[in-house]
């Protein structure tokens, strides 16, 4: 079945490092690609998405390039704040089998920490 | 726009008491309607998702249980409650099939359970 290995954490990092955390996923198909993040006793929130390969998703600050032949969707930012300290989840979606809904299957999530 | 909602915030509750976490999802319709653990640690785990009023699809075997009495109402149960039953508790909804972006899921706050 699919699933997702992403490198696991606890990740710290000083204020202004570069940041990167492994992606990798095994999938038929052609997933969407997800990465979520998810502050301290918070639910999830959507970080970026790609519907598919070379499609680069970003949003504040965050990068992350669908690379289909390396099934790989590495999450990047060139220069962490204390305030992205967080989980974050890779994640894809695996189309239902009924009805129309779409599930999603999480990695298991890397801890960041950003010291100022 | 659309907000989904959880409550309680925080429960705790002794073992083989029974259990009902609410989630509510406001501005769409026909939503499809998801169920997540998170266990301390360990990634998230889906438990329920519905595609409609009255359709359940149990992922794992456990004992709990989900309904969905209303389009945009879903809820999750147990009659006994177990030690193994501690966690956050995730509420999630995606567009309805024939719209746009339907793998993307959006998350509520969550609900910290622990049985004592």
């Known amino acids: 079945g699919n699933s997702v290995t992403q490198m696991e954490g606890p990740v710290t990092l000083s204020e202004e490092a570069f940041l990167t955390i492994n992606c990798t996923y095994t999938a038929t198909g052609y997933p969407s690609l997800f990465w979520y993040v998810q502050y301290p006793g918070e639910g999830l929130q959507l970080l970026l998405k790609?519907?598919?390969?070379?499609d680069k998703g970003s949003n504040k600050g965050f990068e992350a390039t669908y690379r289909k032949e390396t099934t790989s969707f590495h999450l990047e930012k060139g220069s962490v704040q204390v305030s992205d300290s967080a989980v974050y989840f890779c994640a894809l979606s695996d189309a239902g089998t009924q009805g129309g809904s779409e599930k999603l299957v999480f990695g298991k999530g890397t801890k960041l920490t950003v010291n100022p | 726009s659309q907000t989904i909602h959880q409550w309680p915030a925080t429960l705790v509750q002794p073992v083989g008491s029974p259990l009902s976490l609410e989630c509510t999802v406001e501005?769409?319709?026909?939503?499809?309607l998801y169920w997540y653990r998170q266990a301390a640690g360990r990634g998230l785990q889906l438990l329920f998702y519905s595609v409609g009023i009255g359709q359940i699809s149990s992922e794992v075997p456990q004992n709990l249980s989900a309904s969905r009495p209303q389009d945009r109402q879903f809820i999750l149960s147990s009659k006994k409650l177990l030690l193994s039953d501690s966690g956050f508790y995730l509420c999630?909804?995606?567009?309805?099939?024939?719209?746009?972006?339907?793998?993307?899921?959006?998350f509520g706050p969550g609900t910290r359970l622990t049985v004592l």
């Open positions: 501005g769409t319709s026909n939503p499809n």
């Open positions: 790609a519907t598919k390969a070379d």
């Open positions: 999630a909804w995606s567009p309805s099939p024939g719209l746009a972006s339907t793998d993307t899921q959006y």
